[in-house]
């Protein structure tokens, strides 16, 4: 049972990154229609920036340092590689943030250099009693956070303006310029949410190991978190999310016991064959919407 | 209809495989001019072509599924895993230290190689045909990821990352290709054959495309409901552009590494698809000479950014400098795929119809 709720709240910590990213990806969809396959660069970079801002403002203040920095980054890259692409097939946009991902990220890594950098982070390995177990509580902090974030964010779209806006232009662009909404600012303004959000995921998978070159790998993991939660949805994303967490972390814990012959390190690519098995059943994810088709 | 090349009297004229006088002359002397390349150039440069060959295999392969079908793939890098291990295992040497059958005659494996790739190419199309666009891309992109756990594990067949096996044997009637002969030497020997396979392999497929299967491939990209409102069946279809572009992945695959004779398990991953979706977009999709032009353009490109620092000292040649060539030559990917898809969507391709339309109405611009 130890073992067992040893591994839940591992997963949890975890999936809750992925939550923060997937967060990402679905406000970028939600409001341009394109998945950004450059938020593990952003991840990167936001990670990298933190370690070298926390000796000079603190872990805290380098976190939120660095993630208004990676928003207006975010934002720049919008306003400059994205936007003249407005109105072109998606699938094109798409590999043009493939782009955008392979160029910040080679540029972080001459910054990262070959060894391993800390962010500088309070928690370390540490470890606290919960519900009669050691945890680490880095992922206690992790959940927590983005509790706090999820619902902040929720509270946006729902109660404010911006938000309201932000809702409008993801059910209907014309319709929302039609309202006097501007659209481009909306685009931009989604682009810095998912900017900031996936720093602040990149500090997270820093804490502990510190930052080198592979970190972004763990960003790629979001995308199953979306695809099983549904494109569209906000809520689906964190679901999602928290679920890619706990099943890489349970399976990671007992597949060596149980199923041996997938090979270890199996727990990696878990999360890719939970998407294919809920994709043959629910296309469009848990939570997506069904689009419903007109000639 | 002499002196009026351009007057169609049939539809037959109009869709026929070299349907102008200038294209029929161009691709004679493309013809010859590639067939006298390996007596006048290097070895080293020969092999680097002849990789570009059968990266320009996979890449129209991936243009008639993406291009052509308009269904999105970013899996291609676990189709040319497929064809590079069945190539492999079966003309393997049996007594190796990894799987390996001894069929060494190249025509056998080579097909074997693009049907069991077809194969897992048809097993894959269900979920093309229930999802559709960005689903479908991440989807394919998971298969990478399990292909790639796959392969490093089972180390009987690949022999595991790091350590890596043996290529397939390239041997045409009794003959190793990659071995000097009595006329030519192995890299020479090398280039005629993958230049002979692309050209056959470019010829089907661009009769492929301008056949009734080609335009149902066209009609299912542009809008797939109306596609199947005017009879198009799109469960059909999908099958067999997946089928096909699997076909010409996995016969890429098997020959990309006879060249170097060596791979390991960690080539195939996610940077490997998005190589070869790069040749199709910079190339210029829906197009068999903007594959054949991608491909090389994106195989030729780490051998141009080497040149580079000779010219520019700021770069560093060796691995340890601050700024090295291999970051040049990772930013100069992501940048050429931003400037090529804002400024020329149409690729190379697109360029060459506009230098060409530039001529034709000279010193005219109408």
């Given amino acids: 049972m130890g073992e067992f709720l040893q591994s839940l709240v591992r997963g949890l910590g975890t999936g809750s990154i992925y939550s923060l990213l997937a967060l990402g990806f679905v406000i ?20 990298v920036l933190v370690s070298y801002l926390a000796p000079v403002t603190g872990f805290f203040g380098a976190v939120a340092v660095a993630a208004v920095i990676i928003a207006f980054l975010a934002l720049g890259v919008e306003r400059t590689v994205l936007r003249p692409m407005v109105g072109k097939p998606v699938f094109v946009v798409a590999i043009i943030t493939i782009g955008v991902d392979v160029v910040v990220r080679v540029v972080t890594n001459a910054f990262i250099g070959l060894e391993v950098r800390q962010v500088g982070d309070p928690w370390g390995l540490s470890t606290v009693t919960f519900l009669g177990v050691d945890v680490q509580s880095r ?9 706090v974030v999820t619902v ?144 | 209809m002499r002196g009026r090349p351009e007057l169609y009297t049939s539809y037959a004229q109009d869709m026929a495989f070299l349907n102008t006088r200038p294209k029929r002359i161009a691709s004679g002397a493309l013809l010859i001019v590639a067939l006298l390349l390996p007596f006048m150039i290097t070895d080293d440069l020969l092999q680097l072509l002849a990789t570009g060959f059968v990266a320009a295999i996979g890449a129209i392969g991936l243009n008639i599924v993406t291009g052509y079908a308009g269904q999105v793939s970013l899996g291609h890098a676990f189709f040319l895993a497929i064809g590079a291990y069945t190539g492999a295992a079966l003309s393997g040497n049996p007594n190796g230290r990894v799987i390996g059958f001894g069929i060494t005659s190249l025509p056998i494996w080579l097909l074997a190689s693009g049907l069991v790739a077809a194969l897992f190419g048809v097993l894959v199309a269900p979920l093309a045909v229930r999802l559709r666009g960005l689903y479908l891309a991440i989807v394919t992109l998971g298969l990478v990821f399990l292909g790639d756990h796959v392969f490093r594990e089972w180390t009987e067949l690949t022999g ?42 470019g010829v089907l497929a661009r ?53 170097n004779g060596f791979f390991d398990p960690g080539s195939f991953s996610l940077l490997l698809s998005v190589q070869y979706i790069a040749m199709v977009l910079i190339g210029g999709a829906g197009t068999i000479s ?3 032009m991608g491909a090389l353009f994106i195989t030729l490109l780490p051998r141009i950014t080497r040149e580079l620092p000779a010219v520019l000292p700021f770069i560093s040649g060796d691995a340890t400098g601050n700024f090295t060539v291999f970051q040049l030559e990772a930013v100069l990917y992501g940048v050429l795929l931003i400037v090529f898809l804002i400024v020329e969507p149409r690729g190379l391709f697109g360029i060459w119809v506009r230098v060409r339309n530039y001529w034709r109405t000279w010193p005219f611009s109408y």
């Fill in chain 2, 290 to 292: 903007g594959a054949i």
């Fill in chain 1, 28 to 47: 970028i969809y939600k409001s341009t229609q394109v998945i950004s396959f450059a938020q593990p660069a952003f991840m990167l970079a936001g990670a």
């Fill in chain 2, 160 to 201: 595991g990352p790091g350590v890596g096996r043996p290529a397939a044997v390239p041997e045409l009637f009794g003959v190793r290709l990659d071995r000097n002969s009595a006329f030519l030497t192995g890299p020479q020997q090398l280039y005629l054959l993958m230049f002979v396979l692309l050209v056959i392999f």
């Fill in chain 1, 139 to 147: 992922y206690l902090v992790m959940f927590g956070t983005t509790a």
């Fill in chain 1, 152 to 295: 902040a964010l929720f509270a946006f779209f729902q109660y404010s303006r911006v938000g309201l806006a932000m809702r409008a232009v993801a059910y209907d662009q014309e319709v929302a310029l039609a309202q006097g909404i501007s659209v481009g600012s909306v685009f931009a303004l989604s682009w810095a949410l998912a900017g900031g959000l996936a720093a602040l995921a990149g500090v997270f998978v820093a804490t502990g190991a510190g930052v080198d070159q592979q970190l972004w790998i763990v960003a790629l993991k979001a995308l199953p978190a979306i695809i099983l939660g549904g494109l569209e949805s906000l809520g689906g994303a964190v679901i999602g999310g928290l679920a890619v967490g706990v099943i890489e972390s349970l399976v990671g814990t007992y597949q060596g016991s149980f199923a041996p012959w997938l090979g270890p390190n199996f727990a990696l690519v878990a999360p890719y064959a939970l998407m294919l098995l809920v994709l043959l059943v629910r296309p469009y994810g848990l939570f997506g919407k069904r689009e419903v088709e007109r000639l």
């Fill in chain 2, 207 to 259: 009769n492929l495309v301008r056949s009734r299967i080609g335009r149902a491939f066209a009609a299912v990209r542009d809008r797939d409901l109306a596609a199947s409102v005017i009879g198009v069946d799109l469960t059909k279809y999908k099958v067999l552009a997946f089928a096909i572009s699997s076909f010409y992945a996995g016969v890429a695959g098997a020959l990309l590494f006879v060249v």
